[in-house]
């Protein structure tokens, strides 16, 4: 991987591990990534890590069906998930595809960068 995309997906990940929105299956994939940079098991590593966010990020469809679900009202609060929902459905309206908490903006800036991370 070039140092430019290196240093690019380092930062993305450690403000994805700092978000409050990261989960605990992503950030231990981010640490195994991390650790594994320069070793022989970068490459697969890599491939995990990859396949982890591909996992977690949040299709802007799902967060809109699960916040204004019985389940998402009762993990959100009632109030709490209306105001995601809607907030979910002005961001879709102008084109997101993803959910927009601080995990998910760096999860998809870091594949954005995905083909150049499998080099």
Request: net charge negative; proline share 1%.
């Given at each position: 991987?070039?140092?430019?995309?290196?240093?690019?997906?380092?930062?993305?990940?450690?403000?994805?591990?700092?978000?409050?929105?990261?989960?605990?299956?992503?950030?231990?994939?981010?640490?195994?990534?991390?650790?594994?940079?320069?070793?022989?098991?970068?490459?697969?590593?890599t491939r995990k890590y990859i396949a982890e966010l591909e996992a977690d990020i949040m299709p802007i469809d799902q967060l809109i069906g699960f916040a204004g679900s019985d389940q998402g009202k009762a993990y959100f609060g009632a109030d709490q998930?209306?105001?995601?929902?809607?907030?979910?459905?002005?961001?879709?309206?102008?084109?997101?595809?993803?959910?927009?908490?601080?995990?998910?903006?760096?999860?998809?800036?870091?594949?954005?960068?995905?083909?150049?991370?499998?080099?």
């Open positions: 991987m070039e140092k430019q995309v290196l240093d690019y997906v380092v930062e993305k990940t450690h403000a994805m591990t700092d978000a409050f929105s990261c989960s605990k299956e992503a950030k231990a994939a981010a640490e195994d990534w991390l650790k594994s940079i320069g070793t022989d098991a970068e490459a697969e590593a998930a209306a105001g995601i929902v809607a907030h979910a459905q002005e961001i879709k309206a102008d084109g997101a595809k993803y959910c927009d908490c601080p995990a998910c903006k760096a999860v998809e800036a870091i594949l954005q960068k995905k083909e150049e991370m499998l080099k």
